[in-house]
């Protein structure tokens, strides 16, 4: 976090800088080119600084959710949360279904991220309408451990050494696991869910990423540095998702039961309801 803060205000540093060097911006108090000059200079040092700082390791001693058993060792990780007025069942269903259009910015920021470029099906070029967790999991990422209603932890390889080929076979969840040779960095993520009262829960993300060595790290340092901003805009825009279809669930499970109506046999159009009949037509 403190690394992609000096990055960000490093390049807007050096924006200014270079800027200063077209017309001096003196509202800023840079009233010379010169001085635009050091203001540039100054902000690629910044960069350099905050794309070098050392990142580092933890390590988790107790597992006690999937994602500690799959990614126990990591350098790089964000964590997000958000409560849900539903229960967990009804939510993870909601998480299940979430689309790539339902999460607010997230073609944009995707498309940035892949520099406008068209490219094969992937969570980065997701179809309309298809939930985005099955997306990834046919595509790019691997499915390594479901537990309905509780937890759901996806993985990725984002980082291999040069001249490496991927084996002909799809990888397996404990390939995923036992994967410590130099030169590769894995990505794994996890929804969880947990109660948190009468008819509501909690709902955490956590992304981690293990280099499996100092050169791996040094490696995509720079890279997670840069896209983080972006990528936890996404992971919290993505719980809000989940929230709302969650409780968009629940408050028609609400509405139908004051009414008396079974939910299966309600049928809505427009503002009018209706309800079909029960062994007859």
């Not at 937890?151 to 084996?167: D, H, S």
């Not at 590769?184 to 990423?209: I, K, Q, S, W, Y």
């Not at 046999?265 to 029960?278: K, S």
Request: aromatic letters at 8%; proline letters at 8%.
């Amino acid at each position: 976090m403190i690394a992609s803060v000096l990055v960000y205000a490093g390049l807007a540093l050096a924006f200014v800088g270079f800027v200063s060097l077209i017309k001096p911006l003196r509202f800023l108090g840079i009233r010379t080119r010169a001085r635009g000059g050091l203001v540039l200079l100054a902000g690629v040092v910044v960069v350099i600084a905050g794309m070098a700082l050392p990142a580092p390791e933890t390590r988790i001693v107790a597992p006690r959710t999937a994602l500690d058993e799959f990614v126990p060792v990591y350098q790089f990780g964000e964590f997000h949360s958000i409560q849900v007025a539903a229960p967990r069942e009804r939510t993870y269903r909601a998480l299940r279904a979430v689309t790539a259009d339902d999460i607010f910015l997230f073609r944009t920021l995707v498309w940035i991220r892949r520099f406008g470029r068209p490219g094969p099906e992937s969570i980065l070029n997701a179809p309309e309408r298809q939930p985005l967790l099955d997306v990834a999991t046919r595509t790019t990422f691997l499915l390594l451990s479901e537990e309905p209603g509780r937890e759901i932890v996806v993985g990725t390889l984002v980082l291999a050494p040069r001249g490496w080929r991927p084996p002909s076979r799809r990888p397996t969840p404990e390939d995923f696991k036992n994967l410590h040779a130099p030169g590769f960095a894995l990505a794994a993520m996890n929804f969880r869910l947990e109660d948190a009262g009468p008819g509501a829960c909690r709902v955490t993300t956590e992304t981690r990423v293990y280099a499996t060595n100092a050169e791996a790290r040094r490696t995509f340092a720079p890279y997670w540095r840069v896209i983080y901003p972006g990528s936890a805009l996404i992971r919290r825009m993505w719980l809000r998702a989940i929230r709302v279809r969650a409780e968009a669930d629940q408050s028609a499970t609400n509405a139908s039961t004051r009414n008396g109506l079974p939910l299966p046999l309600t049928i809505f159009r427009g503002a009018a309801m209706t309800t079909a009949p029960v062994g007859g037509s």
